[in-house]
């Protein structure tokens, strides 16, 4: 907005843009005049207004119409108008008050007023009267509008007579800097997505340490100890870290799984398990799968059902935490069931590493990344392992985990950048405070009559909404996202479903979390007064 001048219109392509912006504002958003098929509204009193405009650049943006000629306006509206008005007032009539909306709540307006009172005092006009939109009488009285006479108009465009004097308006000059102070502020952004995550400052600023090569000792060092790091919070054996991404981390796997013997079960019921299914496919692996409806739980007899009818199976592969649904998997039922029948067991834990507890000891592999839990930035994949891992040159380079153990993580290219990060990101992670707030948040979205998946025994990380029918998770999502409150509702499988979902991941203070939260509950509560009502299922 710091180009916006403000000045009286002289130019013929300004008072066609005037044209355009009158229709726009009296005909289209104000139906106070007939459409017509030249979207222009020329003002009846055109050649007795002087027109107080706003430009930003070459755009008209703000208008005021002012013109002194009697009869005003009001005068055929109310009867006897100088009764209403202040002793010796020498007015002036203030018509076709117009901002474009980008424009609205910023300074525009009370520039645009600044500099109708500056040509009215030039003028020797001691006030200027106005007929108000209803919609904007908060705004006009901040100004220093003062109201007067009855409302005027039809149903559809109601209006309040309403004046200003220099008086008026100075007095309320000081009260409409400190709200436009306040509006100019912006309120922080607050993300509840599941990437990107909110990054604690001492996070960004380990990762904006200048970057140094990943030959260097200074890197491998670094890269070392991160990795001794992530295997002491999980209890793992092996760590190796990669440039890339979740699916990256699970594509390591299923190029690993190729070479155990047997066949395999694939755990599924909800996206991210069917992602597992398509990797598995991908690399032609054997296995059988247990799929279920979405959030419907697998249960641990029925996994035991599935091992003993199919002998082959030699190993199993499962997410911990079903994203999609915020499902968390009996992990310690399903690891203590591969103990006893022999088997492998691989793990996704790209939405519960940094959320909850891991113990990946007796683990064969898991995956996940530097994001999300961890709550660093996105880039690093990660891939624990519980055994020395096997050559095999059938394996594509980049996807050959043997590669990584063999040059301590750094076969290729690596970033300093992102070691940094995860590095600090890891000295942050606190299980017990995410729980708490997590059922804190649960305990107020129930209370606002949101109908939540699952309960205190899914993941903390993710709360999964479902809305009533009718009320769109998309028109839902985009007016949290006005209100600058990010939630995860964009997912092309959260779309269909009419979900959206609020991750607790990353850097979440639990007053800002709460706070935004009233504003999430009040939208919700808003279109649950227009009469949605949730499907019987």
Sequence with gaps: MNRVIYKIATEQEEFEQIHKLNYETFVEEIPQHEENENHQLVDKFHEENTYVI??????????????????????????????????????????????????????????????????????????????????????????????????LGHENARFQPMYLTKE????????????????????????????????????KKAFSKTAISHRSIEFKESLKNLRIQLCDMTGANYAEVVVGTGTLSNDLVAAQLQNLSGDGLILANGEFGNRLIDHAKRFQLTFQTIEKKWNEPILLAEIEFAINQNPSIKWIWTVHCETSTGYLYDLEGIQGLCKEYGLELCVDACSTAGMVPLDLKETYLASTVSGKGFGSYPGLAIVFHREKIRSSNSVPRYLDLKMYEDHQSIPYTHSSNLVNALHEALKLVDYEYIQSLSSIVRELLRAAGCDLLGDNGYSPGIITIRLPNGMSSREFGDQCKKNRILISYESEYLLQRNWFQIALMGAQDEVAVLESLKIVERIFSSKIRNGYVYETI
């Design 54 to 151: 706003a430009k930003d650049g070459a755009e008209v943006v703000g208008m005021i119409a002012i013109r002194a000629e009697r009869p005003f306006s009001l005068d055929s509206k109310l009867e006897d108008l100088e009764s209403y008005l202040p002793l010796n007032g020498n007015p002036c009539e203030v018509r076709l008050l117009s901002v474009k909306k980008a424009y609205r709540s910023t300074r525009v307006f009370y520039q645009l007023c600044a500099k109708l009172l500056d040509y009215c005092l030039e003028k020797g006009y001691t006030m200027a009267l106005i007929s108000g939109t209803v919609r904007q009488l908060k705004l006009y009285k901040h100004m220093g509008f003062m109201p007067f006479g009855p409302l």
């Design 168 to 203: 008026s308006f100075e007095r309320s000059t000081k009260a409409f800097e400190r709200l436009m102070s306040k509006r100019s502020m912006p309120r922080r952004e607050l993300s509840f997505l599941p990437g990107p995550v909110p990054i604690h400052p001492k996070v």
